[in-house]
């Protein structure tokens, strides 16, 4: 078999239909199963095709690290004219061998179907898994893939997209739906090992303006070295469970109160890693916002810059721990609303952060 490009996928794909994306932290995996299989594809399936859909439907954790995330299914959807389910998987990028030996395993080999596949190991993979496996292996231009994408989800689901309104004093954040529309331009925000930020105007006109090494591979590697833990779902889990109000310093532990004559509230972030009280569970949630306020705070400038109206982060990180999301999204409004004042003169220079879910 062998590998193509985006441009010259034409025809409708064989089954079983699969997407990956393979990044530098974890892979992410989407299978497509069908619901509406007529009785002459139950009788053709064969048992490779009827295992293959068993075994990615009816578990919930593939070995060690693979995990089925429930949580994100979509059901009884419409794609490529046919209804169906579409299931994610996650494992760490560094099990890639491990999963193409499975594989083989499962017999997928004897199969010909296609593989679509977007990120840096879609080309380090490709010569392994078109040898071992057989398969005709498509190669799909990331930040194609991403925007459309997007576009995608936020016609199948109205609450695929969200935002939180800043709360007032210690109340919590409302979580609300976001209409996703055709205003453009708007800032994306990609989280992943890395973050990159687009400048997008349409689905197919869009660039890359800037970026930060310092994203979800940080975070995951600062959090095995200080606590120990050894996954990505581990890290997330004492992320969830820690208070980053013990570690960082905030404007009330300095003031005492509120700074009002710059309108920055008790809780605003002053300084993070401050109060040296390193224990597992708050480490974590010390760098889960450190990741987002370096993001948003890198995002707010690049807004005025770019003369965008809004700003859309997409991450996995963020939407496992959502108390901490709405922490940093009322801190950086808060960052945003300040510099709005120093730079009145700006026109346009609104946001809107919203998060895709």
Known sequence: MSSTSTREIKAVPAFPWLGIDIGGTLVKLVYFELLDLTEDEIRTEGEILMNIRHYLTSNRAY????VRDHGLELTNIQLGGRRGNLHFIRF???RMPNFIDLCSMRNLHTLTFEIYATGGGAYKFEKDIVEKLKINWCKCDELDT????????????SKECFYFEEPQNDANPNKNPFTFDTKQPFLLVNIGSGISILHVDSNRNYRRITGTSIGGGTFLGLCCLLTGCSSYDEAIKLATEGDSTKIDKLVRDIYGGDYERFGLPDQELNNSDLHQRLQRSLNNS????KTLNDTGNNNNLQLDTENAQKSINITSISLLNEINISNNQSQLAGDNNNNLLKRDAVENAGEEKVIIG
């Open 63 to 66: 070995g060690q690290d693979g």
């Open 92 to 94: 760490p990028t560094s």
């Open 146 to 157: 991403l925007i459309q994408g997007l576009s995608y989800l936020s016609k199948l689901n």
């Open 286 to 289: 010390l760098f889960d916002n």
